[in-house]
């Protein structure tokens, strides 16, 4: 069964930076990208990012370019999201997803990580 | 970039059916095939549509999908409304530059 296990929840201080893990299991992990999505108390789900487990390429959406890094290590199926500079508006669960195959077929995000809520406060 | 506009909420009684719009800011909706998810409270997104109208196994034929290219909105239709369908349903789609999600629909079940 294709299964995403992420880090346990985490508080931050303003100013600081944040790791969240999500260890895949279930399927091949080098062959679907691997999404990272937020949503923060009460609001919708916002799209931060995919990393290509394969290459280690990435895309970032627009709005955490310069503060958002997605790394993978291939030998424990494993990717990571790092997110600097934090400010409260940061504070949300953080949801890692597998997204389609690297040829863009099985085009949807499934399955989700349980979440990660960050809190950032001083 | 683009945006998909989804209404804040919608409400029908069980049995009926319910259509919930997503609706493209700019290029067309066929441009990018739309997908759907339900969230529950205090649960990780599931998928209940993907590519338009597909249905993942498991996911009940009460749930279909559709686009309008005309006007640039996609669908999700949900009939025989049952109280376990009561959560968020969010849309999404893609482009060149990434993927966005609407703003999710809130499915009341009176």
């Known amino acids: 069964q294709e299964q995403l296990v992420q880090s346990g929840a985490e508080v931050k201080k303003p100013g600081a930076s944040m790791k969240v893990s999500c260890e895949a299991s279930g399927y091949t992990f080098a062959g679907h990208y691997l999404h990272w999505v937020r949503q923060a108390p009460g609001q919708g789900l916002e799209w931060m990012g995919w990393i290509n487990p394969s290459t280690g390429g990435t895309n970032y959406a627009r709005d955490f370019q310069g503060r958002v890094t997605l790394t993978r290590d291939t030998s424990i199926s494993t990717g990571y999201m790092e997110l600097t500079n934090l400010g409260s508006g940061d504070t949300a669960i953080y949801f890692c997803?597998?997204?389609?195959?690297?040829?863009?077929?099985?085009?949807?995000?499934?399955?989700w990580g349980q979440g990660t809520l960050v809190t950032v406060s001083s | 970039n683009f945006m998909l506009t989804q209404p804040h909420s919608v409400s029908a009684s069980p049995g009926k059916t319910v259509t919930i719009s997503c609706t493209r800011s700019?290029?067309?909706?066929?441009?990018?095939?739309v997908q759907w998810y339900q969230q529950r409270p205090g649960s990780a997104p599931t998928t209940v549509i993907y590519?338009?109208?597909?249905?993942p196994s498991g996911v009940p034929d009460r749930f279909s999908g559709s686009i309008d290219s005309s006007s640039k909105s996609a669908s999700l239709i949900i009939s025989g409304l049952k109280t376990e369908d009561e959560a968020d349903y969010y849309c999404q789609s893609y482009d060149s530059s990434g993927w966005v999600f609407g703003g999710g629909t809130k499915l009341t079940v009176l």
């Open positions: 997803a597998r997204g389609p195959s690297l040829n863009f077929d099985f085009l949807r995000f499934d399955p």
């Open positions: 700019s290029g067309s909706i066929a441009s990018g095939y």
């Open positions: 590519q338009d109208n597909e249905r």
